[in-house]
């Protein structure tokens, strides 16, 4: 028969099942960042007849550059799911993590913007219409990759925002948010 949580241990195991939550949750969205990104470097990659194009040369390279990220986001998401803690110390893991999600965001967001006004031009300029639908097709990935690094800027923007408030990444305490 196990033993009741003493006093605080109950707390500590809520803190960490929160802290696992929001983990487990960055994890999936840059897995799936990767996995759209990735595929957007691809399909931008496979006919060398749009590549002739500056907007997606520039959908090319932001989307390898976002998946490289990704790539290693993942992995720093699942050292933290897997060991509680984050692989560079907290407070620079937490702004690192918000500031290269912005920059990437931003970056992939203008790729793909750039690259959807030329796509919508596409057929001309000796260009079959087999390359356009892969143009259209990394544009659309290219927007769905950097929805889900939005996304992973908004979960780690609350997490950064809840340690400068709390001092920590991990959810308050019941018993240390009491008025008394």
Excluded at 33 to 59: E, H, Y
Excluded at 80 to 95: C, D, I, N, S
Excluded at 143 to 169: E, H, K
Aim: proline share 3%; hydrophobic share 60%; with cysteine.
């Amino acid at each position: 028969m196990s033993s009741p949580l003493r006093n605080g241990e109950q707390a500590a195991a809520g803190r960490r099942k929160a802290a696992g939550r929001m983990g487990a949750l960055l994890l999936l969205l840059r897995v799936a960042a990767l996995c759209f990104s990735l595929a957007a470097a691809v399909f931008a990659a496979t006919d060398g007849a749009v590549l002739r194009l500056a907007p997606f040369r520039f959908l090319l390279a932001a989307n390898a550059i976002v998946a490289v990220y990704s790539a290693f986001e993942v992995a720093a998401a699942a050292w933290e799911v897997a060991k509680g803690a984050t692989l560079l110390p907290e407070a620079m893991q937490l702004w690192f993590d918000f500031g290269h999600d912005q920059g990437f965001g931003y970056m992939a967001l203008a790729a793909g913007a750039a690259a959807a006004r030329e796509a919508t031009a596409c057929g001309g300029e000796n260009i079959s219409s087999t390359a356009c639908l892969q143009a259209d097709i990394a544009v659309g990935l290219g927007f769905a990759a950097f929805a889900f690094l939005a996304l992973a800027a908004l979960a780690t923007g609350f997490r950064l925002v809840r340690f400068l408030a709390t001092g920590s990444r991990l959810p308050a305490s019941s018993s240390s948010s009491a008025p008394y």
